[in-house]
């Protein structure tokens, strides 16, 4: 049920794409008004699905935390984590690189900031083969 109220979902899309057909079939009026609702709902979930969507939602979800550093931390750390995000191999026949991608590069440097903060806590690398296509060993790795 709440799968209903999550933004982006598809049963909230089905919820919406429901009402919507439910008002084409009332009155003039609500016809109308059911043509907007539908178009409104098509022009969001585009916006949502192109780069620029993409970049506000990740912007409306970073701009509130804060760096931490030792003194704006509780005492209770015990260890840092760095999620991986993504990467690729490239390769021949005779040798081949492995990168990080973007955001995992920007996860490492963040976990190097840390660990310089923190040089005494253990650092929990994770991360697997997300995509056999693209990447060849182990993302941790």
């Known amino acids: 049920m709440l799968q209903l109220f999550i933004p982006g979902s598809v049963e909230l899309l089905l919820l919406l794409l429901a009402i919507g057909m439910i008002l084409l079939y009332g ?8 043509r ?22 990740e912007n409306s979800l970073i701009q509130n935390f804060q760096t931490v550093t030792k003194y704006n931390i509780a005492n209770n750390i ?3 984590v760095v999620l991986s995000g993504g990467g ?8 081949s690189i492995h990168l990080p ?9 963040e976990t190097l900031r840390l ?5 005494d806590l253990p650092i929990i690398v994770s991360g697997g083969i997300g995509n056999n296509v693209t990447l060849s060993v182990p993302e941790a790795e």
């Open 88 to 95: 690729h191999t490239v390769a021949t026949k005779s040798a």
């Open 36 to 57: 907007i609702f539908l178009s409104t709902i098509v022009i969001i979930y585009w916006l949502l699905s192109t780069q620029i969507g993409a970049f506000w939602l």
């Open 78 to 80: 015990e260890a840092i």
């Open 27 to 34: 009155n003039k009026h609500l016809r109308s008004y059911a």
């Open 115 to 119: 660990h310089r903060e923190f040089p």
């Open 101 to 109: 991608s973007t955001h995992t590069s920007y996860r490492i440097i």
